[in-house]
């Protein structure tokens, strides 16, 4: 089994209507993700790479250390999340990325976060 499909990430995303400004070409959302390790051993989130695609096709490239100031030991069988942001120019956008994971046994892998929408409510029909 690949040790990326051990972790599985699920994405939730939302508008947030006071800290955007349409009139000047800001749309924030908000974006909680879990994470939960399906396998037999600790594992810790060492970094972050995610690509945010807006909808003029701008890609906007974040790497960092962990998520939200932690790097995260996620035991077997449990789930971490988190809640972060991004903003974009454009009413709809794309993120997309991975995580650097580091096993017990000093390996590292990447976990791949599939690409979600960032959209307006009740914007994609």
């Known amino acids: 089994m ?3 499909e051990l972790i599985e990430i699920v ?4 508008y947030l209507r006071e800290q955007s400004d349409p009139d000047r070409n800001r749309y924030a959302f908000a974006y909680t993700i879990e994470i939960t390790n399906l396998s037999s051993e600790v594992v810790k989130l060492l970094n972050r ?3 945010i695609t807006d909808d003029n096709n701008k890609v906007e490239e974040v790497v960092g250390d962990g998520v939200v100031g932690q790097q995260p030991e ?3 069988g449990k789930t971490f999340h988190y809640t972060s942001g991004a903003i974009i ?5 794309t993120m997309e990325g991975s995580y650097e994971m580091l096993k017990a046994n000093g390996h590292t892998f990447k976990a791949p976060i599939p690409p979600f929408l960032l959209s307006q409510p009740h914007m994609v029909h």
């Open 49 to 51: 790479h995610w690509l």
């Open 11 to 14: 994405v939730k995303t939302r």
């Open 2 to 4: 690949d040790n990326s």
């Open 74 to 76: 996620i035991q077997p």
């Open 89 to 93: 120019e454009t009413k709809f956008g």
